[in-house]
């Protein structure tokens, strides 16, 4: 090779390594840059900083640029301007003031960018949407707050946020509507702050009236609140003789609105959502060319002493989890530039060998980085998902057990006649509740133990089967000596709950208690063993449980002859399609994700019950006393090679099961029908049985206890010879099992309505 090829295979080369390394770089280049301009800087703004980081970790294709004007209208009107002129895509705006900003978010909307404004208002028209509270509202709704404390009289202050700031103007206006309502009520002054605690301290200090006579003060944020209260301590000498407190912003943190309500410092506040991770899905929305609305409302709520605590629980398990989140979004970004070094190094060395070796040997290389990042992706991909149902299963579960007992609650007596305070503070908790749930799904869905209680002993224990033959009043020897069930009437059906947590089943037992018999188990394998022993008429499991999980669980209990008819639902956190489709595939009768509807699952337990009867009524079990009830050959389907027609029946597995098992039992009665010893337990004995499991089996799929089928084979097979044989009565009472002919007349009377001779 020459010089100048030796020259050209390098430039080759060199193209090959560096013009995929060019192509990889553009593509890490976002889709989306969005600029937010913040008018200030304070923890409630921190607080939805983060909600949007946390909603741009769901979207790869969007970079934040964020500013702050730091109360200054000047300077945010140059943060705005800048922004623009950085080439952003969208621009979300919270304005310093009403006025002074419009002309930069003008300038800006002409532009083709679009704008949403959020939290303040601006005297412009050109924006392209607006997200935010109703101010007015609350300060309409702290107003009456504060008159209904005091009882319709007393004396009121108020320190109002940053002069012409939409916010200050609407909560002002609303506080002081809300107030001529209550004439008892006066408005000894109203203070200009800037939303600041240092603010509403100075203007404490600068005024010259007298605050002695003041009973409550509202305060336009909580900080501003505070800086009251301090001032006061320091004008008062102490906090004996100070007057209520009450803010907006409803902050959860450390010092924060609801804590400080909780600590009885403030006497309520309001929650002024922040919704970070809402504003950015509407960014996204509009940005995408999906439906939006052009005024959205934020959802807020009062926050007092009695729901305080509630909310800080809440919020400290949400941020928990966020914490996850961002700790996997961390490892995710480790893991992607983990990768893009690993690209970046293979290219290089790709290129270094290529100077070496033959193209083919560039090629293999290549190709099997390739396959190892897809492994290491696909790899990655099943952590996430088992991260999140682990999540989804953590939460859920305690959301499950607020809900219920909560709409269980409100639908008693004592709450449909309790007082409008506290039917007020239930529906702010299951309002609450209900929108945590609902961050929890929007996080969720954006990604794709005690021992169990000792079981009652089964009553069937306790009863003596009687006499199938018992003699009548004359003195007639018995057919049989066996055991009897109880009768059917007014006997609840039995219920089996398996679950790992003890506050689920004993919130499953209250809701189930009233119509069921109900026995818990508290994982899958005590579960089984009491599915095995009680054969209960339904099963309510949870899927994910130590020592056995659901889905094993119930495949198991639909393979066992003595379980296989027993409808299974699973109850469960895991809501992804794949989770369903593995329960039902793992033989569940039903699927329903928590949390979940107390009705619902009384509907559904309800009509897999009925739909039992089907194979009863397949089996006879339906037929009037005086018609013969025989045990048919069940239908088994042809083996897999032989060609079924189209209109033959389907069977599932767990049917096929049960057919399989009234054969056995039809079986095992032929063979022994002469027998007038034969009992109950010597057929459970043949098929390998208790005599409850038999009994309750035979029970739950024909509607007809062993004896009474027992009794009606005799029958029905004594009414076939006397049609089709010379044989006379006595001749087929013992050959059918009777040990006496007068008492086979008077069953064979009772059943068919005619005396056996007749029949000839």
Not at 146 to 167: C, I
Not at 744 to 758: A, H, I, N
Request: hydrophobic share 40%.
């Amino acid at each position: 090779m020459n010089y100048r090829s030796m020259i050209l295979l390098l430039v080759v080369m060199a193209a090959m390594v560096f013009v995929p390394l060019a192509t990889s770089c553009n593509r890490d280049k976002p889709q989306y840059v969005i600029g937010v301009s913040q008018c200030s800087e304070d923890i409630w703004r921190d607080k939805q900083n983060a909600e949007l980081r946390l909603g741009a970790y769901f979207h790869d294709n969007v970079e934040l640029r964020f500013a702050v004007a730091y109360d200054s209208d000047e300077r945010q009107v140059q943060q705005i301007d800048s922004l623009v002129a950085t080439g952003i895509h969208l621009l979300i705006v919270a304005p310093n003031q009403v006025s002074t900003i419009s002309p930069a978010i003008d300038r800006a909307f002409d532009k083709g960018i679009p704008v949403i404004v959020f939290e303040r208002k601006t005297n412009s028209q050109k924006y392209t949407a607006y997200i935010g509270a109703d101010n007015y509202e609350m300060g309409q709704i702290m107003g009456d707050y504060v008159a209904d404390r005091m009882n319709g009289t007393g004396t009121v202050m108020e320190v109002m946020g940053l002069k012409g700031s939409s916010p200050a103007i609407e909560r002002h206006k609303g506080f002081v509507d809300a107030l001529k309502a209550h004439p008892g009520i006066h408005l000894l002054a109203t203070l200009q702050g800037d939303w600041t605690e240092e603010s509403a301290y100075q203007a404490v200090k600068a005024y010259d009236g007298d605050f002695s006579t003041v009973d409550f003060v509202f305060g336009q944020n909580d900080r501003m609140a505070m800086g009251v209260r301090q001032a006061l301590i320091e004008q008062r000498g102490g906090q004996a003789s100070l007057p209520m407190f009450c803010g907006i912003d409803g902050l959860a943190g450390k010092n924060g609105g609801i804590q400080l309500v909780r600590d009885s410092i403030l006497d309520a506040t309001y929650i002024y959502p922040t919704r970070g991770d809402q504003l950015l899905q509407l960014a996204m929305d509009i940005l995408d060319g999906k439906p939006y609305d052009k005024e959205v409302r934020l959802m807020s709520a009062l926050v007092t002493r009695e729901n305080a605590n509630v909310l800080l629980m809440e919020n400290e398990e949400i941020v928990r989890q966020s914490a996850y989140i961002d700790q996997l979004h961390d490892m995710a970004n480790g893991y992607l530039k983990k990768l893009s070094n690993q690209r970046l190094l293979t290219l290089f060395t790709i290129g270094i060998v290529a100077l070496l070796l033959v193209v083919l040997v560039i090629i293999y290389m290549y190709h099997l980085q390739r396959a190892k990042i897809a492994e290491e992706r696909e790899q990655m991909a099943h952590a996430q998902l088992d991260f999140y149902t682990q999540v989804s299963h953590q939460l859920r579960t305690p959301l499950t057990l607020i809900e219920g007992p909560l709409d269980q609650l409100a639908d008693t007596p004592d709450m449909r006649q309790a007082s409008d305070a506290t039917a007020q503070m239930l529906a702010i908790v299951r309002r609450n509740t209900a929108q945590l749930s609902g961050l929890v799904n929007q996080i969720l869905d954006a990604q794709v133990g005690a021992d169990a209680k000792d079981l009652v002993q089964d009553e069937m224990d306790a009863i003596t089967v009687m006499d199938a033959g018992q003699s009548d009043a004359a003195g007639t020897p018995s057919e049989v000596t066996a055991g009897t069930a109880p009768a059917d009437s007014g006997e609840q059906p039995r219920l089996l709950i398996v679950d790992d947590n003890a506050d689920i089943r004993t919130y499953l037992r209250t809701i189930l208690q009233g119509q069921y018999q109900v026995s818990e188990a508290p994982d899958g394998q005590k579960g089984l063993e009491v599915a095995c022993e009680e054969v209960p008429d339904l099963i309510v499991s949870d899927v994910m449980m130590p020592v056995m999980n659901g889905l094993e669980f119930c495949l198991r209990v639909k393979n066992d002859t003595i379980t296989s008819h027993i409808p299974v639902i699973l109850l469960t956190a895991r809501a992804l399609s794949k989770h369903q489709i593995e329960g039902y595939e793992s033989g569940a009768d039903a699927y329903i994700t928590k949390p979940f509807s107390a009705d619902l699952l009384l509907a559904r337990i309800s009509n897999l019950l009925r739909s039992r009867h089907k194979l009863k009524d397949i089996w006879g079990s339906g037929l009037s006393p005086k018609e013969p009830v025989v045990i048919e050959e069940p239908v088994v389907p042809e083996p897999k090679d032989t060609q079924m027609p189209a209109s033959a029946p389907r069977f599932s597995p767990s049917e096929l099961r049960d057919n399989e098992f009234i054969a056995r039992f039809k079986k095992v009665v032929d063979e022994r029908l002469a027998d007038s010893d034969l009992s109950v337990e010597d057929i459970a004995s043949d098929m390998h049985l208790s005599r409850v499991q038999l009994y309750r089996k035979v029970k739950a799929l024909t509607g007809a206890t062993p004896v009474e089928l027992l009794r009606k084979a005799r029958l029905t097979r004594g009414r076939q010879l006397l049609e089709t044989t010379s044989k006379n009565i006595s001749e087929v009472a013992y050959e059918v099992g009777f040990s006496a002919p007068s008492y086979f007349t008077k069953c064979y009377k009772d059943e068919f309505g005619t005396l056996p001779g007749e029949g000839r």
